[in-house]
Structure formats: C-alpha cells, structure tokens
C-alpha cells in the first residue's frame, strides 16, 4: 500500500485525522472483498496525485477491524467510499457515498475533492 494512504485503526485515529484535515477520503474495506482488492491500486494512484497535507487525505478503512466505524457510517457494501469536509459527511456529485468498485465515479469525486483542496492551499 502506498504512503499517500493512511490507515484506520480506531474511531479515535479517524476523529483525529478530521478534525485536522479539511477534505478526507474514506475507503471502508474488507481483506476478503474481491472488488476491494481490484480497486486499492487504484485508490493509491488517486491518494498519490491528490493529498495535501491537511488539505487532502485518502484513508482506509478495514471494516472487520474497525466495525464499530463502520456501523457509525452504514457500511452495507465493500468497498464503499466516503467524502468528508471539515469533519462532516458531505456530498460529493451528488453523492453521498459510492458503493462498489465503481472507478469513473470515485475518480470524479477524488478529482473534484482534490480540486477543491487545491484551491483552499493556495488561497491560504
């Protein structure tokens, strides 16, 4: 797994990491998830071109480890992919959440995510 992605090992790491950081991506997973795996290097790649240190962070987030996390955000589906803004939840193209390994559209939310940060960086 690439540096660019941090992983989650507690609600409390996670807190932490939003309280500090103003756009996160949150992948919740599974070792077992077949999809999971085809997508992580992907995911890597996008963490890659898009963190900013506490502007931008892409995290994961293994669901059998961290259960009560992903009880806190309804995790139904591996992988699903979560956007938060200053600690909240937020919508991204329309989208709260993306369920499944679904890449055009978790590139697009990254992107724009990624986009967004940018912008907050260099006005600060």
Not at 73 to 81: D, K, R, V
Request: aromatic fraction near 8%; hydrophobic fraction near 45%; glycine fraction near 8%.
């Amino acid at each position: 797994m690439g540096g660019a992605v941090r992983h989650i090992n507690s609600p409390g790491e996670l807190k932490s990491l939003l309280s500090s950081t103003q756009y996160v991506v949150a992948d919740f997973y599974a070792d077992w998830c077949g999809p999971c795996k085809a997508i992580a290097p992907k995911y890597v790649e996008l963490a890659e071109q898009h963190s900013i240190p506490e502007y931008m962070a892409f995290v994961k987030v293994n669901v059998d480890k961290v259960p009560a996390l992903a009880q806190e955000h309804g995790i139904a589906a591996m992988p699903s992919f979560i956007f938060f803004k200053d600690g909240n939840r937020v919508k991204v193209n329309g989208s709260l959440k993306i369920e499944g390994a679904d890449w055009p559209r978790l590139k697009a939310a990254a992107e724009k995510m990624g986009g967004l940060a940018e912008a907050k960086k260099e006005a600060a």
